[in-house]
C-alpha cells in the first residue's frame, strides 16, 4: 500500500483573500492616498511656508538695500570731512550745463579711485571721452530688489534748493538747521524714475512727494508706482542713520523730512 508523501518543496496552493480586495487595488489606494498627502503638502506650502520664504527675502533684500545707502552715506560723509562740505548735487562748466553727479564725486570715498581716475571731468558724462560710463555698473548704487538695467540706480537725492544737495552749491553741515538726524540725505525713487548712475539728475522734491502719494493710495501691482520694497522705501538721514519710510507716511513729516532748513518738528522713528 502506496502512502502519498507530500513533497516538502512543493508550494501550496494560493489562498482567496477572505476579503475579496486585490492586491493591485491595495496598491492603488496606497498611491492615491501619497498623492493626496502630497497635494496637502502642497497645499500647505503655498498657504504658509511660501509666503514665509517671500517675506524673509523681501526683508534680507531690504536690509542689503539699506547697508548700500549706508555706505554710500559713509563715503559723502568722508567727502565732507575732506573738503568741509558736502558734494554738491552736481557740477557745471562755465555755462551752468551740468557735467557729473554727487555719485560719482564721491567715488574716491567707496574705494573706487581707479574708475575716478578714468572720467574726463571737464566734459559730460555722457560725452564720447566717458563713454565707457554707459553700461558700467556700480554695484553699491544698485539696490538688489530693484529690476532696472545695467548702469541704473534709484539712490537719489532730493533736486530743491531748500534740501542737503542744493544745486551746484555745496552745502556746510552747520547750515543743515533742522538738525542731521531729521534731513533725508538720500532715499530710493521708484524704479520708473531711475537714472543713470553717473547722470547729473535727481529726483524733485514734488516728485519725491507724489509718489509718496499715489503709492500709498494704490500699494498693489497695477500702481503706476513702483518701488523695491514691499510696503515703502529706503531712505538715509545726514548723520548717516537708514530710514524705511513706509507707504502711508504723513506726507507733512515726509516734506518736513526732505528740507534742511524748513525749521519743522519732525521725525521719522524706525531703522
Not at 492586491?23 to 503638502?41: D, E, H
Not at 552715506?73 to 568722508?78: D, L, S, T, V
Not at 562748466?93 to 574705494?111: N, Y
Not at 538715509?236 to 518738528?265: R, Y
Amino acid at each position: 500500500m502506496s502512502t502519498n508523501t507530500p513533497n516538502k518543496y512543493e508550494l501550496p496552493p494560493a489562498q482567496s483573500s477572505k476579503s475579496g480586495i486585490s492586491v493591485s487595488a491595495i496598491i492603488s489606494i496606497i498611491l492615491v492616498c501619497i498623492l493626496g498627502a502630497m497635494l496637502v503638502c502642497s497645499g500647505l506650502f503655498s498657504l504658509f511656508i511660501y509666503p514665509t520664504l517671500i517675506r524673509n527675502r523681501d526683508i534680507t533684500q531690504r536690509l542689503k538695500c539699506s547697508n548700500n545707502l549706508s555706505q554710500i552715506a559713509k563715503a559723502i560723509q568722508n567727502y565732507e570731512s575732506t573738503y568741509q562740505q558736502l558734494p554738491p548735487a552736481y557740477t557745471v562748466d562755465a555755462e551752468g550745463k551740468r557735467l557729473h553727479s554727487w555719485r560719482t564725486l564721491i567715488l574716491p570715498f567707496m574705494g573706487e579711485q581707479a574708475l575716478y581716475s578714468r572720467i574726463d571731468l571737464s566734459k559730460p558724462w555722457d560725452d564720447p571721452a566717458n563713454a565707457f560710463l554707459k553700461e558700467l555698473d556700480v554695484s553699491l548704487f544698485r539696490c538688489p530688489s530693484s529690476k532696472i538695467a545695467p548702469g541704473m540706480t534709484t539712490y537719489q537725492a532730493i533736486d530743491d534748493p531748500r534740501i542737503a544737495f542744493p544745486g551746484s552749491t555745496p552745502q556746510k553741515i552747520e547750515n543743515i538747521s533742522d538738525g542731521t538726524s531729521n534731513t533725508i540725505l538720500l532715499f530710493e525713487s521708484d524704479v520708473l524714475d531711475a537714472v543713470h548712475w553717473a547722470e547729473p539728475k535727481d529726483e524733485s522734491k514734488s516728485s519725491f512727494l507724489s509718489a509718496s502719494r499715489l503709492q500709498a493710495r494704490i500699494n498693489n501691482d497695477s500702481s503706476p508706482v513702483k518701488f523695491s520694497h514691499r510696503g515703502g522705501r529706503n531712505a538715509v538721514m545726514v548723520d548717516g542713520s537708514t530710514k524705511f519710510v513706509p507707504n502711508g507716511i504723513n506726507l507733512e513729516i515726509l516734506e518736513g523730512l526732505a528740507t534742511s532748513q524748513g525749521e519743522e518738528a519732525v521725525e521719522l522713528d524706525n531703522k
